[in-house]
């Protein structure tokens, strides 16, 4: 009676298609407890902005971003950025350490807070917080809600950089708003361009 033995490449090819299985699925689970994590704290967040804007003094009594100052002085909290027409609506903290974009956008440090003149600069990652950007136009409305009250933007351009282009966080003659994330949107690994959203401030 002859027993077949299965050859060794098979054993090899089975042993990292299950490799590969299991490392799929570990992603996968990665990647949900980021985008949990991340929800969980906008919700807090966005509750802690509720009670600020609950609590706000009148516009006229106070002095310009002085509450947002205060609070990121407390928590970093800075307020919720949306952009209506991409339903996009994410919480901005400030620093652009790896720990802050891993749960919200990050406002640059030194750069003007919503509401002030000069350039509010916000960066996120381009796979998670920042993706529906890739379908932004001119004329899409760029909204700050912050413990100071709401300031809109409107669209004016879009643009992809290369990293080094500093330039893109200096003020501007008037207010402004710039979002920046990484570019191309598909890339895979650490992406080589910045996609950059410029805005300037609606007066109302």
């Known amino acids: 009676m002859t027993i077949s033995k ?12 299950h490799a590969l ?11 949900a407890w980021e985008v949990v994590g991340a929800q969980l704290h906008f919700a807090a967040q966005d509750r802690r902005l509720q009670s600020l804007a609950a609590a706000a003094e009148p516009a006229l009594e106070r002095r310009l971003a002085a509450a947002t100052r205060a609070e990121i002085e407390r928590t970093g909290l800075i307020g919720r950025l949306e952009v209506p027409r991409l339903n996009l609506a994410v919480i901005v903290e400030e620093g652009i350490d790896r720990g802050t974009l891993r749960r919200a956008a990050g406002h640059v440090p030194g750069t003007a807070l919503p509401g002030e003149p000069g350039n509010v600069v916000v960066a996120a ?10 379908d932004v136009r001119p004329g899409d409305e760029v909204r700050f809600v912050t413990p100071d009250g709401w300031f809109e933007y409107e669209v004016v351009k879009t ?8 330039d893109v966080l200096a003020p501007g003659p008037e207010g402004e708003a710039t979002l920046i994330t990484c570019y191309p949107f598909g890339f895979v690994g650490p992406a080589p361009q910045r996609f950059v959203v410029r805005a300037a401030r609606i007066s109302r």
């Open 125 to 134: 990652h381009r796979d998670t917080l920042f993706r529906p950007l890739k």
């Open 159 to 166: 643009e992809v950089v290369a990293p080094s282009r500093t």
């Open 6 to 17: 299965k050859p060794a490449r098979t054993r090899t090819a089975r042993a990292l298609e």
């Open 21 to 31: 299985s299991g490392f799929a699925a570990l992603a996968l689970g990665f990647w």
